[in-house]
């Protein structure tokens, strides 16, 4: 036995973590730990004074190495949460962010009555992780999202599965939502808003592990969203409200474009960090 207790091998980790150049190197070892450990995280508190079992050691030392090669935690431990979700993550699709419910939040406080039987659009749904916040906040709600990846939608989902959510929303391969018809009361998107010549510049947990085709807008980044906008005219119910997540720098350009497109009412709404992130149309009022 090395005489290193659980507590001494979670420091050295954070400092292999710290040292790869990841900011949340403590909290990204302690869930690392958790995942070695294989019990609960009571039992483990209880426990960090003791030295770790060979193989919990094997385990731990496996996934560190994985996260120090800048792997994804959502990777490793293959959940993320999201709002009160836990959601599964694969290569497939983007790891949901905390900035992404800014757009959850919109929502709900312009639908305060949760008893609304709206009909509920996302577009480009990835993991699934916005419509289904959606649904679970909206008990009478349905939903339909879309995404150009199969993968994706294979795990949007398992992930409607897993959340009980399924009997509420269905999922269809296309681009866009071209082809789609509507009505619908709220159309959500969360589409690619990254220029093409910065991706090589993101992190690492972002640029090789995360999908391409979810990040990339094109030149600008913007390309996108002229299209969703007109498509959002197209969908939404007289009255009806679209969201879409944008760019910290986006936000001028939003506005512009939000008004080409014929919306009647534009606002710009910010994440917790004070940075542009949502847009928010209405084309009636």
């Not at 954070?14 to 040292?19: H, M």
């Not at 999202?145 to 959340?163: F, P």
């Not at 929303?169 to 093409?196: C, K, M, R």
């Amino acid at each position: 036995m090395s005489g290193l207790t659980r507590s001494d091998r979670l420091r050295l980790a954070a400092e292999r973590l710290k040292a790869a150049g990841i900011d949340e190197a403590a909290d990204d070892a302690r869930r690392l730990l958790l995942a070695a450990f294989e019990g609960s995280p009571a039992r483990l508190l209880t426990e960090m004074a003791s030295e770790m079992p060979d193989a919990e050691l094997e385990r731990f030392d496996a996934l560190i190495g994985r996260r120090e090669q800048r792997e994804p935690l959502s990777h490793i431990l293959g959940t993320q949460p999201f709002w009160t979700l836990e959601l599964k993550v694969t290569r497939d699709v983007l790891t949901p962010r905390a900035d992404t419910e800014t757009l959850i939040e919109a929502a709900l406080a312009a639908y305060p009555d949760r008893r609304a039987p709206l009909r509920i659009l996302d577009i480009a749904t990835g993991s699934g992780a916005i419509i289904l916040a959606l649904l679970s906040e909206f008990p009478n709600a349905t939903g339909a999202a879309t995404d150009i990846s199969e993968a994706a939608l294979a795990v949007a989902q398992e992930n409607a599965d897993l959340t009980g959510l399924a009997d509420r929303v269905s999922f269809q391969h296309q681009s866009w939502a071209d082809g789609l018809e509507g009505p619908f009361d709220l159309l959500v998107s969360n589409p690619p808003y990254i220029a093409t010549a910065v991706i090589d510049e993101l992190e690492p947990e972002v640029r090789a592990y995360e999908p391409r085709m979810a990040l990339e807008g094109g030149r600008t980044g913007f390309e996108p969203y002229p299209h969703l906008f007109a498509e959002a005219s197209r969908l939404l119910v007289p009255g009806g409200l679209a969201l879409f997540e944008i760019g910290y720098d986006q936000g001028v350009r939003a506005r512009e474009a939000a008004s080409e497109a014929g919306a009647k009412e534009t606002r710009i709404l910010k994440d917790l960090a004070g940075h542009d992130r949502v847009v928010s149309l209405r084309f009636s009022v």
